[in-house]
């Protein structure tokens, strides 16, 4: 099956830091890949989708200038969230669909990035 | 604005028992449905539905779609403690957004 890996799977940073996360499809091409957050026992809240070579799309609430996104090539996007605070401490994790297969809707997710900002 | 919402909340059962999650939605431009099993991480892949009244069915989880009534149902039978998860329905539009549902927390109980 595919497969979607996300880097670091935990990152602990002070306050003021940047942290970049990074989201790859190993062994097939993304169209698209999103990012969502997820509080404790809560479900995942899509934040952006993110297009190879174009700019990415944010939902309603989320801050551009917080969230960099960055699709650079079709297997890779990354996710900066930029000056973190504590309450940006959450579970990242991001998705993939599948180049060979963009009408299906199917998503490939990656395992999750724990952020826990001090 | 498009909605997911699953029911129960949460669901604690004994082993062997069959549980049914419900998940109906409202979402302007639907494509598919998709279910979701997440343990500790990173959710993963059940099911995709995108046509009314076909059943999917892998092992012991099935899972049938109703777009007449806006709504599916995921089925586990003779549950076993290595299903205790969060099982997660999402909705994807034609637009390729996805909107999930807060998820449904099983328990089975040896």
């Known amino acids: 099956g595919a497969v979607v890996s996300q880097h670091p799977s935990w990152v602990i940073c002070k306050s003021g830091t940047s942290v970049k996360i990074e989201c790859r499809s190993l062994?097939?091409?993304?169209?698209?890949m999103f990012w969502y957050r997820q509080f404790p026992k809560q479900s995942l809240m899509l934040m952006a989708t993110s297009n190879e070579g174009s700019k990415a799309t944010y939902e309603q609430g989320v801050e551009k200038d917080k969230f960099l996104i960055n699709h650079a090539s079709l297997t890779l996007s990354t996710l900066t969230v930029t000056s973190a605070h504590p309450e940006d401490s959450s579970f990242y994790i991001c998705s993939a669909r599948s180049l060979r297969s963009p009408l299906s809707g199917e998503l490939f997710f990656g395992e999750g990035s724990r952020l826990t900002v001090l | 604005e498009d909605k997911v919402v699953q029911s129960p909340l949460s669901l604690v059962v004994h082993e062997g028992d069959t549980v049914t999650l419900n998940c109906s939605y409202e979402?302007?431009?639907?494509?598919?449905l998709l279910w979701y099993k997440q343990e500790k991480k990173a959710p993963t892949f059940l099911f995709m539905l995108t046509s009314s009244g076909i059943e999917k069915k892998s092992g012991r989880l099935s899972s049938i779609l109703d777009k007449k009534e806006l709504f599916s149902i995921l089925n586990i039978t003779a549950t076993q403690t290595g299903d205790s998860a969060v099982y997660l329905c999402?909705?994807?539009?034609?637009?390729?957004?996805?909107?999930f549902g807060d998820g449904t927390t099983l328990t089975v109980k040896p």
């Open positions: 999402a909705v994807i539009t034609n637009a390729g957004k996805s909107t």
């Open positions: 062994d097939f091409q993304a169209t698209t």
């Open positions: 979402v302007t431009n639907f494509r598919s």
